[in-house]
Structure formats: C-alpha cells, structure tokens
C-alpha cells in the first residue's frame, strides 16, 4: 500500500503515469538477489480483480457517448481482435513449427486486449472526449473477446484439431458468450438498481455495490457465458439509472469508495506484473536461444501487432464518415417527411363535420385518430431530434487521421495480456516461450508506447477536450432547468402564498419572494414562475448551508461552479424588482402560514423541484440534446444540493 501511495505521489512531479512507475518498481523488486520467483495464480487476476474494475469503469461511462461510438467499439473489440489473433497464429507458426497454429492462435488472443492505462495518459493529455470513449469501450469488450477466443484455441490445441478454429465455429461460440452474458449483466444491472433504491444507509449500499460484478460474472462464467462482459452490462445499466433510482448521498458515498478500491486494484495489478516478470525470464533462459529469441519474436509480433491496427482503424474510420454521409442524408429526409406529416395534421385538424359525416366518422374517432396520429408524430420528431443531435456530436468532434493515429498508438499491452498468457495450458508446446513473448510485449508497449504517448498527442495535434461548454449549451441547459421547476409543488405555493406574509410569520427567509410570480399573460406567468422558483430554491439552499456549517463546495469541490444553479435567478431578481409588487396570490394569515408550511415542509418542496429538474436532465440525456460533461456537471450539482438539503434536516433531529 505505501508502494501504490509513494508512486502516485511521484508520478505527477515526473510526469510519468503511475502504473509505469509501479511496473518498473515490481520489476526492480523482483530481480533483487534476495526475492524468489512469484506467481500470482492467473484466476486472481481475471475472476476476482477483472470484473469490479471493467464494472467500474462502465458505470462511469456516459451511456449517451458509449451508444454514439457502439459502433467503432465493437469493430475493435470483436473483428480486430479476430484478426489480430489470427495474423499472430499464423507468423508464430510460421517461424516457430514447433508451435501449432492453434497455440498460435491462442498467443495471438493472449495479445489483444488493451490496457486502460492509455485512457489515463490520453485523459491527462486533454484529448478530445470522443477519443476517450472510443478507447474505454475498447478496453471494455475486448479483453472478454480475447478470453473467449483463447479458451476455443486451447481447446482446439489440446485436442489437436485445426478444425475447431473454423470461423463459423468460433463466432458461434463468441455470440453465444456474449449473449448469455449480455442477458445476465442486464438482469443484474436492473434488479441490482432497485435493490440498492431501498437501501438508505451509503455504507451498506456502497458494500452491496462491490457485490454486483460478482453476482454478475460468476452465474454467467457457469452457464458458458462470458463473465468480464456481464460485469460491464451490469455497470452499463447501473451507469444509466443510477441517476433516477439511486439517491444522491448513496452515490456520492460509493463513488468515493469504488475510486479507491480502483485505485489499489490498478496499482496492485501493474505491481504484480513487475514481481513476476524474474519468474518467467528464467524459465525462458532453459530454452535454447533462450531471452534473445523471445525478445526477437516479440518485436516481430508486436510490429505485426501494430500494423494490423493501424490499418484496422483507418479503414474503420473510412467506414464510419461514410456512415456519418448516410445518416445525414437520412435525417434530412426524415425531417421532410415530419414536415409533410405535420401540414397534414394541421389540415387534418380542420375538417369539417360534414365530411365526416360522408366518411361515416363521429368527431370522437376522429378526435381519437387525431391524437394517435400525435402521438406517433412526437414519437419520429424524438428519434430524428436524436439523430440530429448525434450528427453535432460527430461532426463537434471529428475522428480524422490525427485522432485515428491517438488512438493506434494507445492501443498499448498491459497487465491483462501477462494474466491471460498465464492461462495457457501446461500442454502446451514451449508455454515459457509464449509466457516471456507475452511479458516482452506487454512490457515494451507499456513503457514505450506509455512514455510517448505525450509526445506523439503534441506531435499530430489531434481535436482536444474544450474546457467549457458553449454559451449556446449552456443556455440551453438553464431553460430545461428552469421549464422543469413550472409544475411543481413549489411553483404551486408561490402561486398561492404571499411571500412577505411567510417572511412576517418567521417560517423562513427563502420564501420571501413568492409574491413576485404572477403576471396576466399565461407564457409570462410560466416564465416568471420558473424563475422565482428557481430564487427560492437558492436561497433555500443557503439557509440550509447555514444550519450545516457546509457549503456546496465543501461537498463538492469539482461542482464549485455556480453558474447553473444562480444564473437564471439573477433574472429573477431583476424581474421582481421592475414588478414591485406582487401580483395574484392568495392573501394568508400568519397562523395559516405557518400552520401549512413548516421548514421541512419547504425542504421537502425545494427536494421535490430538484428531482424534478433531475428528471428533466435525464431526459433530455436520453435524446442527446447535451454534451455528456454538461450534463455530468449539472447533474452533479444537483445532487449536491440535494446532499446539502438531506443534511440540514438530519442535523435538526
């Protein structure tokens, strides 16, 4: 523990990721003279420590982003690693007889999985967030590809049969997996998501969240299926009603503490890594030709490695702007199509009774019709409002050859690569030679491939992360907010209470501008409602960071920007003050006020308005109106309020 400590104390002043530093450190630990050989058993690595790291990381994973690059990941998770494996078998074979192809074949696999700590250099390098996506959901399915694909190649070795590696074989067996696992994932997601709904203490939901990898993973490794990618549909569906079921000071709680756990697991992988390289080499230096061999071999088949997947990617990237056109063009149609559907519903809506007379109808079927055809016309202005959303996002950010080069060399071995080699069967033909193939190329790429990474990001010059979110963005997401507060119990009570009369009562100072909400014009009345709603809910939140001592910085630091949460209530201010007086509410004595409205009852209104704008932003994820870190922000905020505002009721009682 005080290793993973120091290095990640270090790695920023050397401006070397940490799993870099830990992996040198293991290595230098595991030649000293005093320390013998390590192994750490392979099923430690991909059965207890794969599945919460891969669920953590897909519950963190925007769902609205990971939809958009669907596509893009499964070409690199399934087809490239297919051919990878393939390209590897063949080559290994070829130079080394002794190796059959479907041991080959089976070292090809152990070599395709990625490694995750390409995200964290990419990430810090302020890459474009397409790029980061693209990346983790690569690391998300392929290594359960690669395990899968590994497991029919050693079959096929043992029992010495070629045929088994026919393609039609192996992709039935890898969409069976994929299936079987993709079923359970999705089970456990949405039970798991109820379950911990009903759990009120963040300790024993955080305890039970640690559980959901597992209880994913191990009933579909049992019924053939592929655990890794049961964990990750498990965090995948999590990642995406969390939100809406989960409470926010739950969330809070156990997202600080999967973070730590991530952390020590990460570390702890990249270290044993290290610790049980001294093991392997001297296995390998019995073998004729011994480390120089294997170190030929692996710079062979690493290059190859690297040339598949350059190539891979700039076809890919080819296919996907090709697509990118089509889509275009389909969402343009799709949008003459609502035109005309519309014009019809409009000329729909002005008939008369006597041609529905000669048509045999009576107004209430036609007014049923009307309403059905509506609905159906809301539901295509949805998806094509989506589609034209995706476009922005593909075309804000770009993957052209500068990002495609990004992501090529990111595409680095890692600690998953040694695990899986450590897999192979004790059968099989020179094991030590194919373990130390796997230690050189995972270990080169990582040290390589890692330490240039900065370099090459400064070199191409790829698309990188903007900062901010645009004025436009952020515009928007102050309306949402704003609409979302209009019909709720709170926007209700300014309709009805006369603020000064709440304030004379002494309930509480953050109802003091109910009174300023009504206007004679209907859209003015709903605008100005939003907007004092919007002043009382924070001022409400002021008072209840006065009774905790907290402030919405001190719960969250990251969500310190103020901007979404006050913005629309300056105009408020503005607006009240040229009123001058209230308008429309309903005259309230003192008694009846505070009869009808106690502090908690008023926490309780401004946690009713949260949720409702929450809702609101769920929403509007869902048809992928905003950018994913917009929304993150925003929603982040909101849960802080909503901590802040538990946390003041629970230090009254």
Avoid at 145 to 158: N, Y
Avoid at 428 to 451: D, E, K, T, Y
Avoid at 569 to 581: C, F, I, L, M, T
Avoid at 623 to 634: D, M, N, Q, R, Y
Wanted: aromatic fraction near 6%; charge should be negative.
């Amino acid at each position: 523990m005080l290793i993973i400590v120091a290095c990640q104390f270090v790695a920023p002043k050397v401006r070397v990721a940490s799993p870099l530093i830990l992996l040198i450190v293991g290595l230098v630990i595991g030649f000293l003279p005093q320390v013998g050989a390590i192994e750490v058993e392979p099923h430690i690595i991909l059965e207890i420590v794969l599945p919460p790291l891969l669920f953590s990381a897909a519950v963190r994973m925007p769902t609205m982003d990971f939809r958009r690059e669907m596509h893009a990941v499964a070409m690199l998770a399934i087809p490239l690693v297919f051919l990878s494996a393939f390209a590897v078998g063949f080559v290994i074979n070829w130079l080394v007889p002794a190796i059959s192809l479907p041991w080959g074949v089976a070292l090809g696999a152990v070599l395709s999985p990625t490694d995750a700590v390409a995200v964290s250099i990419a990430k810090r390098s302020g890459v474009s967030h397409r790029i980061i996506t693209v990346l983790e959901g690569e690391g998300l399915f392929n290594d359960a590809t690669s395990l899968v694909l590994l497991s029919a190649a050693m079959s096929a070795g043992l029992a010495a049969d070629e045929h088994a590696l026919h393609p039609g074989i192996l992709i039935g067996k890898v969409a069976l997996a994929l299936g079987i696992a993709a079923a359970i994932g999705w089970v456990v997601g949405e039970v798991g998501v109820r379950v911990r709904a009903l759990i009120k203490e963040p300790s024993a939901d955080t305890v039970f969240s640690f559980t959901m990898p597992f209880i994913a993973s191990i009933p579909a490794e049992h019924l053939g299926g592929s655990g890794l990618v049961a964990a990750v549909v498990a965090g995948l569906v999590v990642s995406r009603r969390r939100a809406a079921v989960i409470s926010a000071s739950n969330r809070r709680f156990s997202q600080q503490n999967w973070q730590t756990m991530t952390l020590v697991l990460e570390s702890g992988i990249f270290l044993t890594m290290g610790l049980q390289a001294f093991g392997i080499v001297e296995e390998t230096a019995e073998f004729s030709g011994g480390l120089t061999f294997a170190a030929f071999l692996a710079v062979t088949l690493g290059a190859l490695i690297m040339v598949i997947r350059a190539v891979f990617i700039a076809v890919m990237l080819a296919w996907l702007d090709h697509r990118r056109t089509h889509r275009k063009r389909r969402y343009e149609v799709e949008s003459t199509r609502i035109e005309r559907f519309e014009k019809r519903m409009n000329e729909a809506c002005e008939v008369d009774a006597d041609m529905l007379e000669a048509r045999n109808l009576s107004p209430e079927h036609w007014a049923n019709a009307l309403n059905h055809y509506r609905r159906r016309l809301k539901r295509r202005e949805r998806r094509n409002a989506m589609r034209g959303s995706d476009l922005d996002y593909f075309e804000n950010e770009p993957l052209g050859p500068r990002e495609g080069s990004v992501i090529v060399w990111a595409g680095m071995r890692g600690a998953i690569t040694l695990a899986a080699a450590q897999t192979i069967s004790t059968h099989a033909p020179m094991r030590a030679l194919l373990l130390s193939i796997a230690l050189f190329i995972a270990a080169g790429a990582l040290v390589i491939q890692g330490l240039t990474l900065p370099g090459l990001i400064r070199l191409v010059k790829p698309q990188m992360a903007s900062g901010d979110i645009s004025e436009e963005e952020h515009d928007k997401l102050l309306k949402v907010m704003g609409s979302a507060l209009v019909d709720t119990a709170l926007a209700q009570a300014i309709h009805e209470v006369d603020g000064k009369t709440l304030l004379s009562a002494g309930i509480s100072r953050t109802l003091s501008r109910l009174g300023h909400a009504l206007t004679d014009e209907a859209t003015g009345e709903q605008t100005r409602t939003a907007h004092t709603a919007d002043r009382v809910l924070t001022d409400i939140l002021q008072d209840a960071a006065a009774q905790t001592g907290a402030t919405r910085d001190g719960l969250c630091p990251e969500c310190a920007d103020e901007d979404l949460t006050t913005a629309v209530s300056q105009g408020a201010d503005s607006a009240s003050e040229a009123d001058g007086e209230s308008h429309g509410t309903v005259d309230m004595s003192e008694e009846e006020v505070e009869r009808s409205f106690t502090r908690d009852q008023i926490r309780e209104l401004a946690l009713e308005a949260i949720h409702a704008q929450r809702a609101a932003l769920l929403q509007a994820r869902d048809e992928g109106i905003f950018s994913s870190a917009a929304l993150e922000g925003a929603l982040a905020r909101l849960d802080n309020e909503e901590i802040l505002l538990v946390s003041s009721r629970g230090s009254e009682h």
